[in-house]
């Protein structure tokens, strides 16, 4: 079957993002495995905050401004898609990946590193500019909001967040020669996509106004409460399966 594998934000836990994106129930509903992993380093990310589990990704600090050091998470990654590839559960063709926050990190990082293993990643308030590699990366959906007060839309938050979400846009395209941005605007939301030379869709962003960091449309009470994303003009999940269901590796 398809795989979606989800990883959780920085502070986060698997089961607090399963519930926050209910990708759960839309695999039941659209026959896809879900899979959501836990990391193993324990961060907090704001004193305020309880202490939760954080991906440990190549070049990225945490909460402080030095590296910490962890378990290989991309080792782990490419080991669970393995696994799951070689037990018969998950079709090797269509591995897709999706993340929030710092997982979403962890994604844009596989993507680059890997993507002869993905089909397509989906990025929520986390997208960042891959290693470099002559291979480009899978199609990529990402949304953030220009309120988001953890990663800043506009970067500048130091070594774990420095470029802002449209100059990472711009060095995607720079760097593997995509055409873009072509921009509409629905109900506030601005969306941009980028293609290749075949005019194949590369990456697609879109971009909330007044939405904190969260994952937007979740209707997990304690997400909404939490973030605010209960009101949302826009529902991430469904439209990230939707871009994942049609494409393969």
């Not at 959501?36 to 589990?53: I, K, N, S």
């Not at 030095?66 to 782990?76: N, Q, S």
């Not at 909001?145 to 839309?153: F, G, I, L, T």
Request: with cysteine; charged share 20%; aromatic share 10%.
């Amino acid at each position: 079957m398809p795989l979606v594998i989800e990883f959780h934000g920085s502070g986060h836990f698997a089961e607090g993002q399963m519930a926050a994106s209910g990708f759960v129930s839309v695999g039941a509903r659209e026959h896809f495995v879900v899979a959501a992993p836990e990391a193993a380093l324990t961060v907090r990310v704001r004193p305020e905050w309880p202490e939760g589990r954080a991906w440990n990704v190549p070049g990225v600090p945490l909460t402080s401004g030095e590296l910490p050091e962890g378990p290989d998470d991309v080792a782990f990654a490419g080991a669970l898609i393995a696994s799951l590839v070689s037990d018969g559960i998950a079709d090797e063709q269509r591995v897709y990946l999706t993340g929030f926050s710092g997982g979403a990190r962890l994604c844009s990082h596989l993507a680059g590193i890997m993507p002869e293993r993905i089909a397509a990643i989906g990025t929520v308030a986390g997208l960042r500019l891959p290693p470099r590699s002559s291979t480009p990366p899978p199609p990529i959906i990402a949304f953030h909001s220009r309120a988001d007060e953890v990663n800043p839309y506009l970067g500048g938050a130091g070594p774990r967040w420095d470029l802002g979400v449209e100059a990472t846009e711009a060095a995607y395209a720079e760097r593997y020669g995509w055409n873009g941005p072509s921009i509409d605007v629905v109900d506030n939301v601005v969306r941009h996509v980028y293609r290749d030379r075949a005019e194949r869709d590369r990456l697609t962003t879109y971009t909330l106004d007044g939405r904190s960091h969260g994952w937007y449309g979740s209707r997990d009470p304690q997400h909404a409460a939490q973030y605010g994303t209960g009101d949302d003009t826009i529902d991430a999940t469904a439209m990230i399966w939707d871009f994942f269901r049609n494409k393969r590796r």
